[in-house]
């Protein structure tokens, strides 16, 4: 699976020292729960075995390495996680890990446009600030969403 890979990485779940503080961009629903998230070396909830909020960790988590900017309408990946090349190849393959994950995150991208779009905006300006962001381009077989079209 891809996204084995992150449990012995971590690296996006630490900050180095001399970079700041990262902040997680919580949705308004989100916002309830956490209230506020950041990372300043190590997130809270990183585990030995990754995070331990599992499915009910923050889509702005979930949507990493990935980043969407709502002004163009473009998705861009971090390029300093190491799946990038493995995420772009398997992109190709609909049936794969990667292309699952894109299909998922644009669902719930196009929600978070109808529902709270600030939170677009905002994630996508934390990303701009603290990740290298390379363009992504979405395969031909990949839907695109109606926040795309």
């Known amino acids: 699976m891809l ?3 992150c449990a012995k990485c971590q690296s ?4 180095d020292s001399g970079f700041g503080t990262l902040e997680i961009t919580l949705t308004q629903k989100e916002t309830k729960v956490f209230r506020h998230l950041c990372i300043e ?5 990183l585990g030995e075995k990754g995070c331990t909020l599992g499915d009910n960790k923050p889509l702005s988590c979930k949507l990493y390495p990935l980043s969407f900017d709502p002004q163009v309408k473009k998705y861009y990946f971090d390029a300093a996680c190491p799946l990038l090349p493995e995420y772009k190849r398997q992109l190709k393959d609909s049936d794969s890990d990667a292309s699952s994950h894109f299909r998922e995150m ?7 446009a109808v ?3 600030k939170f677009l905006n905002r994630n996508h300006e934390i990303d701009l600030d603290f990740f290298e962001l390379v363009p992504l381009h ?3 077989h990949l839907k695109k969403p109606k926040h795309e079209r």
């Open 3 to 5: 996204f084995d890979h």
């Open 12 to 15: 996006c779940c630490n900050v």
């Open 41 to 45: 070396d190590r997130c809270e909830y």
């Open 106 to 112: 644009s669902i719930l991208i196009e929600e978070m």
């Open 115 to 117: 529902v709270d779009p």
């Open 138 to 140: 979405q395969p031909g």
